[in-house]
């Protein structure tokens, strides 16, 4: 976010065979070659992203992966015990892990997952009709996934019912995200729109106002009245809101700056509002 308004920044801020054990005994002597992996699989790390899984989305595991010479600190901290789960348990070495994360900040853990199930547009729709006042936030071609990680936890934190992102123009939830989410991406419920113009018309008429971020805001986020049911809309990185997604905003707002730097990473400016936001809900 810069000093023209949120949202418009200048720039974005081999391995061996290894042993396998499973609930069932398993296959010792699997092999995790760079053939035999296929990098098309998803697979998540850390020791949070592990616990949310375990503990709210057992169903979407396929395989665990923890390094053999994983310490019981770490092991203490997995708020399940991985063999009681009805999936393989691999032991592997940390080339592996780092071959199959893409990170060496795996902790020692991993997991092949199921895809996250992204709600559609009637979907999404249909579950905000259920709630009183909804808050969403919505992020208009979101290209990093390291600010889309960071957007995710934000938001999950906040207590936001529904993160929305156009189907075109916007990064998927990839290992990537859902590290930088800490286990977020895995709780928070998102939706991906096919026409994100099309889907802001329909929150107008279920009565949930847009609030947008820009330079040419009516005033300062902390100034209006961002209370009852709204949407948060946050322009992409760098280019800010497209054009049509900011003429479908009620009114747009800005952050103040006062110092000498002139932008604000987009996951900054996202939780200042957001937290405003939750600040004038009354909730804190």
């Known amino acids: 976010m810069s000093k023209r308004g949120p949202g418009k920044r200048r720039g974005n801020d081999v391995p061996q065979r290894n042993r396998q054990k499973s ?41 665990l992966y923890l390094l053999e010479d994983l310490g019981k600190q770490r092991q203490n901290r997995l708020s399940i015990d991985p063999s009681s789960l009805s999936v393989p348990v691999n032991y592997c070495d940390a080339e592996t892990l780092l071959h199959l994360t893409g990170t060496e900040n795996h902790q020692g853990v991993a997991a092949e997952l199921r895809p996250s199930k992204m709600l559609d547009d009637d979907e999404a729709l249909e579950l905000l009709t259920e709630l009183k006042a909804p808050l969403i936030l919505i992020l208009d071609s979101i290209q990093d996934p390291h600010n889309f990680g960071a957007c995710l936890r934000t938001a999950e934190s906040a207590g936001v019912d529904l993160v929305v992102v156009p189907r075109s123009r916007s990064v998927d939830i990839t290992p990537v995200v859902s590290k930088v989410a800490s286990g977020a991406a895995e709780t928070q419920r998102v939706a991906r729109v096919g026409n994100l113009a099309r889907f802001m018309r329909s929150l107008q008429d279920m009565h949930i106002r847009l609030i947008g971020t820009d330079d040419e805001g009516v005033g300062s986020v902390y100034s209006q009245d961002l209370t009852g049911p709204l949407a948060l809309v946050m322009g992409a990185e760098g280019s800010g809101m497209r054009r049509l997604t900011q003429e479908h905003c009620d009114f747009t707002v800005s952050l103040p700056m006062r110092g000498t730097v002139e932008s604000l990473n987009l996951s900054v400016a996202t939780g200042i509002c957001l937290y405003e936001i939750l600040r004038q809900r009354g909730i804190g």
């Open 23 to 63: 609930q069932s005994g398993g296959n010792r002597g699997r092999d995790f070659s760079r053939s035999a992996v296929r990098r098309e699989k998803y697979y998540v790390c850390g020791i949070n992203v592990m616990n949310q899984v375990m503990t709210m989305q057992p169903e979407r595991l396929i395989e």
